[in-house]
């Protein structure tokens, strides 16, 4: 279990790399039609880091493996061959305005640091029961933080896409 959360602290690493890598103004430039920007791509990241208050919430021993639902988010989160679309109305959906490059990397290495820290201190094997995600119904904590691997990565895909049509050097 420990391996996730390393990993996740490497992707987390990886990914405020990237986006410091951004001007402010790079990172609220739109690189195509109907593209986020760099900054909403990192606004809906830190958005969905934030689902992590559920392991703070209801809790429930699973009656299957802690880990039976990360082999299949990984299949989703990393075929880029499938489309995956936040919806307006989700609370994860990014904002429209001007996004601080300071601000946006405080607050994910601020949550992903809270994360880490509970997540050393608790039991990642119980389900999360105050939010049934999409499809998967409950997830137990280790799954959860498996997701936000899996999710940050697929979108670090698209941070290298952007970064490549706005020419960012590194």
Same mark, same amino acid.
């Given at each position: 279990m420990e391996a996730t959360t390393t990993k996740f602290q490497q992707t987390i690493k990886e990914l405020t790399e990237m986006l410091e890598a951004f001007s402010t103004e790079q990172l609220n430039k739109i690189p195509f039609s109907n593209s986020w920007t760099a900054g909403q791509v990192g606004d809906h990241l830190l958005k969905s880091y934030g689902s992590w208050e559920i392991f703070k919430g209801w809790t429930g021993f699973a009656d299957r493996p802690y880990d039976e639902n990360s082999k299949l988010? #990984?299949?989703?989160?990393?075929?880029?061959?499938? =489309?995956?679309?936040?919806?307006? #109305?989700?609370?994860?959906?990014?904002?429209?305005?001007?996004?601080? =490059?300071?601000?946006? $990397?405080?607050? $994910?290495?601020?949550?992903?640091?809270? $994360? $880490?820290?509970?997540?050393?201190?608790?039991?990642?094997?119980?389900?999360?029961?105050?939010?049934?995600?999409?499809?998967?119904?409950?997830?137990?904590?280790?799954?959860?933080?498996?997701?936000?691997v899996v999710h940050t990565q697929r979108h670090i895909k698209q941070l290298t896409k952007i970064s490549n049509i706005l020419n960012i050097q590194k």
């Open positions: 988010l #990984s299949e989703l989160f990393l075929n880029f061959n499938i =489309k995956l679309i936040a919806e307006n #109305s989700d609370a994860i959906y990014p904002s429209d305005g001007y996004i601080e =490059k300071e601000d946006l $990397i405080l607050n $994910i290495q601020t949550i992903s640091e809270s $994360i $880490i820290s509970f997540s050393s201190r608790n039991d990642l094997r119980v389900l999360c029961l105050d939010f049934e995600f999409p499809t998967f119904g409950y997830m137990t904590r280790f799954e959860w933080i498996h997701f936000y």
